[in-house]
């Protein structure tokens, strides 16, 4: 076909790969201006988007060459497909706990029962020991920690990342998952604090 179209140009005198072409003007782009971005004051911005409840995640993932397992705080998840079985989280650019989890190309996420705050911050905190003490066994299919007494847990092989602003936007395709034959109330973030189902 393509040979078909070439033939046809030379046939018609039109310039081909044989000969120069003749590149077209760059177009002028246009930036935005600093005075026509709408102001938003970063404080505000958190105060309004903390009404928004989120449930609350641990992310894990297996450590290199059997070393100590990666894993960090995370409310930024969601669901995302369900035809692929696709979830997504948000993680800050300037994560030290992220390259980690990028190189096992492979995660689990940890949903937070009511009653694990405290396990939370524990993740939540950088430069420490975050499993130092808690109960875990590896997820079926990428080996990654599953916490013990989660509300639920997905497995998940990372499959597609996004840059989002100050964050990267992490696709994972679910590989397992599962929840405990009793419901778990969830752990939830709202206005900067913890809060629960009130039943």
Same mark, same amino acid.
């Given at each position: 076909?393509?040979?078909?179209?070439? /033939? #046809?140009?030379?046939?018609?005198?039109?310039?081909?790969?044989?000969?120069?072409?003749?590149?077209?003007? /760059?177009?002028?782009?246009?930036?935005?201006?600093?005075?026509? &971005?709408?102001?938003?004051?970063?404080?505000?911005?958190?105060?309004?988007?903390?009404?928004?409840?989120?449930?609350?995640?641990?992310?894990?993932? +297996?450590?290199?060459?059997?070393?100590? +397992?990666?894993?960090?705080?995370?409310?930024?998840?969601?669901?995302?497909?369900?035809? $692929?079985?696709?979830?997504?989280?948000?993680?800050?650019?300037?994560?030290?706990?992220?390259?980690?989890?990028?190189?096992?190309?492979?995660?689990?996420?940890?949903?937070?029962?009511?009653?694990?705050?405290?396990?939370? &911050?524990?993740?939540?905190?950088?430069?420490?020991?975050?499993?130092?003490?808690?109960? #875990?066994?590896?997820?079926?299919?990428?080996?990654?920690?599953?916490?013990?007494?989660?509300?639920?847990?997905?497995?998940?092989?990372?499959?597609?990342?996004?840059?989002?602003?100050?964050?990267?936007?992490?696709?994972?395709?679910?590989?397992?998952?599962?929840?405990?034959?009793?419901?778990?109330? $969830?752990?939830?973030?709202?206005?900067?604090?913890?809060? /629960?189902?009130?039943?």
């Amino acid at each position: 076909m393509a040979a078909t179209v070439v /033939r #046809y140009l030379r046939s018609v005198g039109s310039p081909t790969s044989s000969g120069p072409v003749e590149t077209l003007p /760059r177009p002028d782009l246009r930036a935005v201006g600093d005075d026509e &971005r709408a102001p938003v004051d970063p404080a505000e911005f958190r105060r309004v988007l903390g009404t928004f409840a989120s449930g609350v995640t641990v992310i894990t993932a +297996p450590g290199e060459d059997g070393g100590a +397992p990666a894993g960090f705080a995370c409310q930024s998840f969601a669901s995302l497909s369900l035809d $692929p079985p696709l979830v997504a989280f948000m993680v800050a650019r300037t994560s030290t706990t992220w390259p980690r989890i990028a190189r096992a190309g492979v995660f689990c996420v940890n949903v937070l029962g009511a009653d694990q705050g405290a396990l939370c &911050r524990g993740f939540a905190v950088s430069g420490a020991d975050k499993f130092a003490g808690v109960e #875990y066994d590896a997820a079926p299919v990428s080996g990654s920690p599953r916490l013990g007494s989660v509300a639920a847990w997905i497995d998940c092989a990372i499959h597609a990342v996004h840059t989002g602003g100050d964050h990267l936007i992490v696709v994972g395709r679910v590989t397992a998952l599962g929840a405990p034959d009793t419901e778990v109330g $969830p752990l939830l973030f709202h206005r900067g604090r913890f809060a /629960r189902i009130d039943d």
